[in-house]
């Protein structure tokens, strides 16, 4: 097994750029960049390009450099931080998974820090690599403890959206309720829906505990966390983990001698005719 140089990395990353820069379709990043709060730096690539390019890497390159070359290629491709160029990334470790450790759950880490940019990047990298890593040990839960007060929003998203991967045997879901509870106060939106979507999904696993610890988080907790926990609920579910309403004060006394109302100047009335923003898209 020969390991490239860098030189040798960089032309071929540079080589799988400009085969992504032809390839691309702007009317494709028009189509699907409004699913992307944080922004959409893609090429517009087809379905089935990134896995095609992947295919053609490792069938070029596979039998000589193995998961440490294709790591290091990864690292220029997360750096420059385009959409497909991070799933391409992604995909090419993926072939190597049996030979993961906790190295690589590190070098994962940076990446989260450093290159991955939207839901779409993280949700993938839990699925397809760190979710397989903590369901098959290689990197136990205790691991990612660290991760839930990291400066990076997208690793603590990491956190509940990567514990996925446990719900699928027996859970210990009274466990897995207490490692999330870290998050409960975060203030990232990304984060309130992937501990949502972990919530959920335990929920259905094993609904008793799921409902105690909403119901402990109920008046503390960002509302969207519960939106996306309960969503699976019936309606008189949901009620019951709505937030208790805060006591009103009390009402001022209105003046009998009020002011005389003012005349509608052009400006107010253009400010009152403005409609009011919609809600943002995830």
Excluded at 111 to 120: E, F, P, S, T, Y
Excluded at 253 to 280: L, Q, S
Aim: aromatic share 10%; net charge positive; glycine share 8%.
């Amino acid at each position: 097994m020969v390991a490239p140089g860098e030189k040798e990395l960089r032309e071929v990353a540079a080589e799988v750029r400009a085969r992504f820069r032809k390839a691309g379709e702007p009317a494709r990043v028009a189509k699907y960049a409004k699913y992307f709060r944080e922004g959409y730096d893609a090429y517009g690539l087809p379905d089935g390009a990134v896995a095609g390019e992947r295919d053609r890497l490792v069938a070029a390159h596979g039998d000589a450099w193995g998961l440490a070359s294709f790591l290091a290629l990864g690292d220029l491709l997360v750096a420059d931080g385009k959409y497909e160029e991070v799933f391409l990334a992604f995909a090419l470790a993926e072939p190597f998974r049996g030979n993961f450790t906790r190295a690589t759950l590190a070098r994962f880490a940076r990446w989260l820090d450093a290159g991955v940019a939207n839901w779409a990047h993280c949700d993938v990298l839990c699925g397809n690599l760190l979710g397989p890593m903590l369901a098959r040990g290689v990197a136990p839960l205790a691991a990612f403890a660290p991760w839930r007060r990291a400066p990076s929003k997208w690793r603590r998203r990491a956190v509940p959206v990567t514990m996925l991967a446990l719900l699928k045997a027996k859970p210990d879901v009274k466990a897995f309720l207490a490692f999330v509870a870290p998050l409960m106060t975060d203030e990232e939106r990304v984060v309130h829906q992937g501990v949502g979507w972990f919530l959920r999904e335990a929920w259905k696993a094993d609904a008793k505990p799921v409902e105690r610890f909403l119901g402990e988080w109920k008046d503390t907790a960002p509302r969207l966390i519960f939106q996306y926990a309960t969503e699976k609920m019936t309606a008189a579910g949901k009620a019951r983990f709505r937030a208790a309403k805060k006591a009103a004060g009390p009402r001022k006394p209105r003046n009998k001698k009020a002011e005389p109302r003012k005349k509608a100047t052009k400006k107010t009335a253009v400010a009152k005719a403005a409609p009011r923003a919609g809600k943002r898209r995830a």
